[in-house]
């Protein structure tokens, strides 16, 4: 098999050492690392039809992987306008006012990225904004996508005039204390009652806006995805641009499973696992034990400061306790979507549940199950993650961009000082054995790996890095970051054995940096240039000085 890209005068970064490997070069052959050596003995590979690279010592390190993101709904979500870098409701009244000017009779205004923490002690509503939006159809999406806000316009087409009743336990149509919306809605199933009968992208819109954001996580470095959703055409989407040579990250795909799902739907879930395309895979079944903090649909093990988050998002937790170990029996690992104390423990209590029941005809014995988040956790859950071979993912940066240090925060202030002081435990959970893996969650976040990487490490808000770090002891290495997105994310794939490294036989997924990752400070890190990614063996993203 011919060699069909070398890359010279590097510097290859093994993340599990931190060191640099003593070969300066290496050659790429159907997809896969050939050979390792140094530049004269490499160079030799090459044939006429070669592409050869000459790095002049930049950093190849494995493919950075986000371990949780959803790139489809992403994209869709984050066409609109952007309210995330609003500070308070004046700030927000005059960004929908702008955009309320260029609208034409009757169309909708669509919004994402709003922040909670604008409404300072006020309670969440649509009220403030209800003079600018008198007679706009609206949806503004919250920063976590867990809720929105409609205006009344859009509760009216809607026809949401009360309170409703969902599958999803957190799920709610907020009213007032006589019974009328407030505009809040909290969960996937309320928020879908004004979203159905808003208007949606076409097929090409989709695709574009979906190609784009993939192209846009290429040239920041990214090789791979933890696909944490699989909705309306995600799948017909991502098998389109496969077929077509334009899909630039690797993916694989968890498609949801939500309450009320029977034993027919769970063997559905489990029929569809392997199925995919060249660069991307059905691999998992994500589900969601709770919401989130800052609406208060969270599950806590006490009620938050307002006396919510006290429900599972599964209306019967045993329910979720059978599905994954069905799941379990069936050799497919799980991701649970788990916030609070007490969904965090219900999760683990359910995979040890399926790992004592066994029953399976074997496939169950290496499944790797995962929770997602994290955020807050006491001390005696922290080994069984470990224990278990639970695999912990995290989001650093939505501690950094979400929470203050002073926990005056929404966030914080819901939890109290004593569960606030135990946010994204990073630290504890690696220090306990567990496998950390790091991911942005975009459209939460913000995609680029290095700033999720730099999170990790700082714990600062990205906007100003100025402030004080929100529990700095949870702080990660540099190395331990790096291997939270490359060798940490192979193992949450069950891949170690073909990615994760910089080693003969692995695949060519690589990324290419101007300097050094871990000796680069924390702050300084997303500054750094990404001057090559390699999906596959092949180049996906180049920079122009390269």
């Given at each position: 098999m011919r060699t069909t890209l070398l890359l010279l005068s590097a510097r290859l970064l093994d993340p599990v050492t931190g060191a640099f490997l003593p070969e300066t070069a290496l050659a790429v052959s159907g997809g896969r690392i050939a050979a390792l050596g140094d530049d004269r003995e490499i160079r030799a590979l090459a044939d006429s039809a070669?592409?050869?690279?000459?790095?002049?010592?930049?950093?190849?390190?494995?493919?950075?992987?986000?371990?949780?993101?959803?790139?489809?709904?992403?994209?869709?979500?984050?066409?609109g306008l952007d309210l995330s870098g609003c500070r308070d409701v004046a700030d927000v009244r005059e960004a929908l006012a702008r955009e309320v000017r260029g609208l034409e009779r009757g169309q909708w205004l669509s919004g994402w990225g709003l922040d909670p923490n604008v409404f300072g002690d006020v309670p969440v509503g649509s009220a403030p904004f209800d003079a600018v939006l008198d007679g706009v159809p609206a949806f503004l999406l919250l920063f976590d996508a867990h809720s929105a806000l409609a205006s009344r316009r859009a509760l009216e087409l809607a026809g949401?005039?009360?309170?409703?009743?969902?599958?999803?336990?957190?799920?709610?149509?907020?009213?007032?204390?006589?019974?009328?919306?407030?505009?809040?809605?909290?969960?996937?199933?309320?928020?879908?009652?004004?979203?159905?009968?808003?208007?949606?992208?076409?097929?090409?819109?989709?695709?574009?806006?979906?190609?784009?954001?993939?192209?846009?996580?290429?040239?920041?470095g990214l090789t791979g995805g933890h696909v944490m959703d699989a909705n309306g055409a995600s799948l017909d989407l991502l098998a389109e641009l496969d077929a077509a040579g334009e899909l630039p990250l690797r993916l694989r795909v968890a498609p949801w499973c939500q309450p009320g799902t029977d034993a027919d739907g769970v063997r559905a879930l489990v029929d569809q696992q392997?199925?995919?395309?060249r660069l991307w895979r059905v691999a998992g079944i994500k589900l969601f034990m709770d919401g989130t903090i800052d609406n208060g649909t969270a599950w806590l093990e006490r009620p938050d400061c307002h006396g919510e988050s006290t429900h599972a998002f599964w209306p019967d937790p045993a329910v979720y306790t059978?599905?994954?170990?069905?799941?379990?029996?069936?050799?497919?690992?799980?991701?649970?979507?788990?916030?609070?104390?007490?969904?965090?423990?219900?999760?683990?209590?359910?995979v040890e549940k399926a790992r004592a029941g066994g029953g399976g005809d074997g496939r169950d014995r290496g499944v790797r199950h995962r929770i997602e988040h994290i955020e807050t956790v006491p001390d005696d859950t922290l080994n069984r993650f470990a224990g278990l071979g639970v695999l912990a993912s995290m989001q650093p940066t939505h501690c950094c961009d979400f929470t203050r240090a002073d926990h005056?925060?929404?966030?914080?202030?819901?939890?109290?000082?004593?569960?606030?002081?135990?946010?994204?435990?990073?630290r504890d959970l690696w220090d306990s054995g567990a496998t950390v893996v790091l991911g942005s969650d975009w459209p939460i976040a913000p995609f680029p790996p290095l700033g999720v990487m730099a999170g990790a490490r700082h714990r600062r808000p990205a906007r100003d890095l100025s402030q004080p770090p929100?529990?700095?002891?949870?702080?990660?290495?540099?190395?331990?970051?790096?291997?939270?997105?490359?060798?940490?994310?192979?193992?949450?794939?069950?891949?170690?054995?073909?990615?994760?490294?910089?080693?003969?036989?692995?695949?060519?997924?690589?990324?290419?940096?101007?300097g050094d990752p871990l000796t680069t400070s924390a702050t300084d890190l997303p500054d750094l240039p990404v001057l090559l990614t390699v999906l596959d063996g092949r180049p996906t993203h180049r920079h122009p000085g390269l």
């Open positions: 070669t592409t050869v690279v000459d790095l002049k010592g930049a950093v190849v390190t494995p493919g950075l992987v986000d371990g949780h993101v959803h790139p489809v709904s992403g994209a869709e979500l984050t066409h949401v005039d009360g309170p409703r009743t969902f599958d999803q336990g957190s799920a709610e149509v907020v009213c007032d204390e006589r019974g009328r919306p407030t505009g809040l809605l909290l969960e996937e199933a309320a928020c879908e009652l004004v979203q159905r009968v808003a208007p949606r992208p076409t097929r090409w819109e989709q695709r574009d806006r979906l190609a784009a954001a993939l192209r846009s996580m290429a040239a920041a392997g199925t995919g395309g059978e599905v994954i170990g069905a799941f379990h029996r069936a050799g497919v690992p799980t991701a649970t979507h788990a916030i609070g104390d007490a969904a965090v423990r219900h999760a683990l209590d359910a005056t925060d929404n966030w914080s202030r819901r939890l109290g000082e004593e569960r606030a002081a135990r946010a994204w435990r990073c929100h529990a700095p002891e949870q702080a990660l290495t540099g190395r331990e970051a790096l291997q939270g997105m490359t060798v940490n994310a192979a193992r949450a794939a069950g891949e170690e054995h073909e990615a994760g490294r910089l080693a003969v036989g692995h695949r060519a997924d690589l990324t290419v940096l101007g």
